[in-house]
């Protein structure tokens, strides 16, 4: 009698295998990622103040004599290849892939480029076009601790988290990507964890309810978050003049959120103490890796890889099925996690592993991370990184040249 009668003669259900439910929980999490990245992507294009040259005033009210109230002589404005797609369609047809950095076909980016290019062709470009751009927003900077790297600027300050413009920054190379990958990740994440079936519904519940409230505290940092402060040393500093930042926020808040998470397991005092500080300290080492192309997600899969042998594989998954619809973009630097991403990406996988490993491996890798964050405050991993042949091949696999 084979496996499917038996479960019939009982009249139990059959439960998928942990590979099965791994499997399908990888899947769901890559198309709900991939889904929510492109809505969130096309809601918020890059948005950046156009300074429009009006007529100048004299003294007395009246308009200035000058070029800029002088009507413009018509000439030939030569045709930007982005108004001529817009006209007439890319030259490499729709399917044509994206350019690395380059937002791809249909994109929010791309068509706010295309009206740019065909209202230059129409009309001539603006006066003044000429002047130099201000300066680009300047690379988030991962607020957990840790040296930064020359190369990596902290971000300005957001004056105005409602616009669509603070969900975009400049990367490390001076190419704008939008910070919506992480948002995108976390929603892949929660929506696989509470829709596959087949784990225990607590540890399922206790690993969305991880990467959700990482990525919202690493959200408010990403829009709110200012340069005063980085790194553990920076926030107690600041606490101990009496200024919150919003890195202390968000730490806070993360903790908070991985102790609850924690007691979702139902196990004694200690270990609900143990598990909470895993996913909190996981949630905030990642995000010390996001400052270069795809570094984070790589660090994310790497981790993840053990443990889809293990028991625990049903619940890295969906973090692996969402990093995996990601990365593509993430190495093409149209896209970064940011704090809301890595963040996320961090406590989903260790609340992974404190729902399903024995204590004294929980301990170890509390006691591992707690050691390369402390090591972080006096060196800089993308030197480290830079130094070993394996790991820079590694970290610049795929990645644009």
């Known amino acids: 009698m084979g496996f499917a009668s038996r479960i019939a003669g009982t009249g139990r259900r059959a439960v998928p295998t942990p590979a099965v439910q791994g499997v399908v929980g990888a899947a769901v999490a890559a198309v709900a990622a991939r889904a929510a990245y492109t809505l969130l992507t096309r809601a918020t294009p890059d948005v950046r103040p156009v300074r429009v040259p009006g007529p100048r005033a004299e003294p007395g009210g009246r308009p200035a004599a000058g070029p800029s109230t002088a009507p413009r002589a018509a000439r030939p404005v030569a045709a930007s290849p982005v108004a001529a797609d817009l006209l007439f369609g890319a030259a490499g ?16 980016g791309a068509r706010g480029r295309a ?42 300050p957001v004056s105005d988290p409602s616009r669509a413009g603070a969900w975009w920054r400049t990367n490390f190379r001076g190419r704008r990507v939008t910070l919506q990958e992480g948002p995108a990740l976390a929603y892949g994440v929660c929506a696989a964890s509470l829709l596959t079936p087949g784990p225990d519904p607590r540890a399922r519940a206790a690993t969305a309810l991880a990467a959700a409230g990482a990525a919202g505290f690493g959200a408010y940092d990403d829009l709110a978050g200012s340069a005063g402060s980085r790194g553990l040393r920076g926030h107690l500093g600041a606490l101990a003049r009496g200024r919150v930042t919003t890195g202390a ?95 996320a990406l ?56």
């Open 115 to 156: 009206a740019t290019g065909a209202a230059d062709l129409l009309f001539g470009p603006p006066r003044g076009s000429g002047a130099p751009a201000p300066p680009p927003d300047p690379d988030p900077d991962p607020d957990a601790s840790g040296p930064r790297d020359t190369a990596d600027p902290a971000p300005a």
């Open 93 to 108: 047809g729709p399917g044509a892939p994206a350019a690395c950095g380059a937002a791809g076909p249909g994109s929010a």
């Open 249 to 343: 926020v968000k730490m806070a808040g993360i903790g908070a959120t991985g102790l609850a998470a924690a007691a979702l397991l139902r196990r004694g005092p200690l270990d609900t103490l143990v598990d909470g500080a895993l996913i909190a300290a996981g949630a905030n080492l990642v995000n010390l890796f996001d400052l270069r192309p795809g570094r984070a997600v790589k660090v994310g899969l790497l981790a993840a890889l053990p443990g889809l042998a293990s028991p625990a594989a049903p619940l890295l998954a969906p973090t692996v099925g969402a990093c995996a619809a990601l990365l593509p973009d993430d190495l093409a630097e149209r896209s970064m996690l940011g704090d809301a991403g890595a963040n």
């Open 346 to 401: 961090g406590a989903a996988l260790c609340a992974a592993a404190a729902a399903r490993a024995p204590r004294r491996v929980r301990l170890a890798l509390l006691g591992g991370v707690v050691a390369l964050t402390l090591a972080s405050e006096v060196t800089s991993f993308s030197a480290v990184i830079d130094r070993v042949p394996p790991l820079r091949a590694l970290d610049r696999w795929g990645r644009c040249a």
